[in-house]
């Protein structure tokens, strides 16, 4: 009998145990993250040009935001797609932050010198005062390496296709010959193929130019698509 009632005891705090920890759960769900309202860019490139305006090249360093729900001692640093630091962004013991918005920068350097590798890295904060660390799921992307553009159609017929080696906008610069000297327009390739709809150079003779830009603004380098007659 007391072997029976011993049972039902261990049982029951075994119950117990597991409510208490599903009860935590719950209340752990329903408590608002130490940080929030994270803005990370998502792409950048330490190397590239601007090539004309409305190109992706603003910045050679990754603007990274995000907004503490409380003041304390912060620690931020740049993590690998291992998790290894690669470079911090303070100092190792941290900064004294007031609650609200934070923004750092990250300029694609490790700590010992030197350009990252191109990959996605992740923000990494350490709430020294929390003892807590959380890295930010947000991708930061460091791209170094140009867009290949490749013409598939042949120099000078119609329509244009290229390929790209890696997702980017692709820009069509057609320069008016002959009459049309001097004049030019600039169009955006889509899917392959370069489209000549609404331009004010219909029916002109032209040379075309394509160049393709990557999302972290690296550009590639001009490629000759020929001269052409654009369709009337």
């Known amino acids: 009998m007391p072997r029976k009632r011993t049972g039902i005891i261990v049982i029951g705090v075994l119950l117990a ?4 920890a599903f009860l935590r759960a719950e209340q752990l769900k329903l408590e608002r993250a130490p940080v ?8 950048f490139s ?8 409305g190109t992706r090249c603003r910045s050679h360093s990754a603007l990274l935001r995000f ?24 100092p190792a013991s941290g900064r004294l932050l007031p609650r609200g918005p934070v923004s750092a920068r ?12 191109d990959g996605v890295y992740h923000l990494r904060v350490a709430l020294l005062h929390l003892h807590r660390v959380i890295t930010i799921p947000d991708p930061i992307e460091l791209d170094n390496t140009a867009p290949r553009l490749t013409l598939l159609s042949r120099p000078g017929s119609l329509p244009i296709r290229y390929r790209t080696s890696e997702a980017a906008v ?3 610069r057609a320069i008016g010959l002959g009459a049309d000297t001097g004049r030019s ?13 609404h331009t004010r150079l219909t029916g002109a003779h032209v040379r075309i130019t394509l160049l393709a830009v990557d999302p972290a ?16």
């Open 17 to 20: 145990a597991s409510g208490l």
């Open 67 to 90: 907004r503490l729900r409380t003041a304390g001692r912060v620690a931020l640093a740049i993590a690998d797609g291992s998790g290894r630091i690669v470079a911090h962004l303070t």
């Open 46 to 53: 330490t190397t590239c040009s601007p090539v004309r305006a």
């Open 170 to 172: 692709v820009f069509v």
């Open 36 to 43: 929030g309202g994270t803005h990370l860019q998502k792409y």
């Open 106 to 117: 990250w300029n694609g350097r490790r700590d010992g010198g030197g350009t990252a590798a």
């Open 217 to 232: 603004g690296n550009a590639s380098a001009l490629v000759d698509a020929g001269s052409i007659r654009l369709p009337g």
């Open 185 to 197: 327009t600039v169009f955006h390739g889509r899917a392959g193929v370069a489209h000549f709809h």
